[in-house]
């Protein structure tokens, strides 16, 4: 009977330490449908097989405690990259990087409540209280603190995804090593402890949030830096692309500068691409309604991902129109498409027309989008034109 209650005990605490993973993964994944919890009941395979390790090394004892632990950090650690890598659709290294942050959380808390139960002697059910409300509160301090919108920029935009997930795996084994500290540790040390584990977590993901505004800094120089190089692609814009625009609607109604100097030169490349562009502005164009540098991201991602799609058929066109009206703002990308489209793809992460990998683009524009609540897009297709629409109204 000892056995049975020692199996079912590891059962249980390990079954509660992948919940509070669950609940932080969905935190850093900035996850803001339900959907995926359908997906929840898969991740039971990881306490059932570090349970079915732990009887192993109970009736065996061919395993020091120490070198079981990290054994099974390691196999945990491999089933929820294995779990995120299929429920969101990304590769395997964002993944890892995914469960190392979210494990980094999730072990802070249990460092707490380990301390409440074992040092405190608190009652079981007031140590479980304490747990959940912990992970509860920092849950919500990192929603408050976009912590998941910067996670997945440092996940998207990073030069090194192996090298960003291997230092967070790092930073995972260090709490686990200052969890490993508490055993033994003296009762006037404790508040001591406490502030090393809070100072911790909260450096860790002051670094997290710093390298992706670093990352989020660079690309809005670029794009600053883009809009000031292209700025006498304006005043001289009357040959080549400049003249069939012309041609066809006045320039001058777009009047925000980032967005104009944007499209003129997303034009004149496509134009040196050998693609026919189609421009329409039909009434001027004040504002944008969020945020212009995420508005000419999201353009950005838009008419390149037009321009590729279009490159493959023989008579390659993108057509873009801004239509402004009372407190609201329409953009259409239309662009010719020869393939067949899966709607259930073709915004997973990763996916494209364009084949698998070459998404990312997309992915990040539904998060941009997701910031903004006055935004709606669409997606169309139909006798070989694929559409893509995006509304952003001024009333919130």
């Not at 304006?234 to 104009?260: C, H, M, T, W, Y």
Request: glycine fraction near 6%; aromatic fraction near 10%; hydrophobic fraction near 50%.
């Amino acid at each position: 009977m000892l056995i049975l209650e020692e199996i079912w005990g590891t059962f249980q605490d390990t079954l509660l330490g992948h919940a509070a993973l669950a609940v932080y993964l969905f935190v850093i994944m900035d996850e803001r449908r339900w959907e995926r919890l359908k997906k929840l009941p898969a991740l039971l395979l990881s306490p059932a097989t570090v349970t079915c390790m732990f009887t192993l090394m109970y009736l065996t004892s061919t395993l020091s405690s120490f070198f079981f632990y990290f054994l099974s950090m390691g196999a945990i650690l491999l089933m929820c990259t294995l779990w995120v890598k299929w429920a969101w659709r990304i590769g395997f290294w964002r993944a890892f990087a995914a469960a190392c942050m979210a494990g980094v959380f999730q072990v802070s808390a249990s460092c707490m409540s380990r301390m409440l139960l074992q040092e405190l002697l608190l009652p079981y059910f007031v140590t479980l209280v304490i747990f959940w409300t912990v992970i509860i509160v920092t849950a919500a301090i990192l929603y408050k603190l976009r912590f998941g919108a910067w996670f997945r920029l440092l996940l998207e935009e990073s030069p090194g995804q192996r090298r960003t997930a291997l230092l967070l795996f790092g930073l995972e084994t260090a709490m686990e090593a200052i969890l490993l500290l508490q055993n033994g540790m003296e009762p006037r040390l404790l508040a001591l402890y406490c502030l090393v584990v809070v100072v911790t977590v909260a450096l860790i993901a002051g670094l997290v949030i710093s390298l992706a505004q670093r990352i989020d800094d660079v690309r809005r120089l670029e794009a600053q830096q883009n809009v000031i190089a292209l700025s006498e692609l304006d005043a001289g814009f009357d040959r080549r692309i400049g003249e069939k625009i012309q041609a066809s609607v006045q320039i001058g109604n777009l009047r925000v500068p980032q967005v104009r100097s944007l499209l003129l030169s997303k034009l004149a490349a496509m134009g040196e691409r050998g693609i026919d562009c189609r421009l329409e502005v039909l009434y001027p164009v004040e504002r944008v309604y969020m945020d212009v540098w995420d508005f000419v991201r999201c353009l950005g991602v838009l008419m390149d991902n037009a321009a590729e799609a279009a490159l493959e058929t023989e008579a390659p066109w993108v057509e873009v129109v801004l239509l402004a009206q009372e407190k609201e703002l329409s953009l259409r990308v239309s662009n010719p498409y020869a393939g067949t489209i899966d709607p259930d793809k073709l915004w997973a992460e990763g996916g494209s027309t364009k084949g698998a990998g070459r998404g990312l683009g997309l992915s990040g524009y539904q998060r941009i989008l997701a910031e903004y609540p006055n935004a709606v897009s669409s997606t169309s297709w139909a006798e070989g034109v694929f559409v893509q629409e995006l509304s952003m109204g001024g009333r919130r």
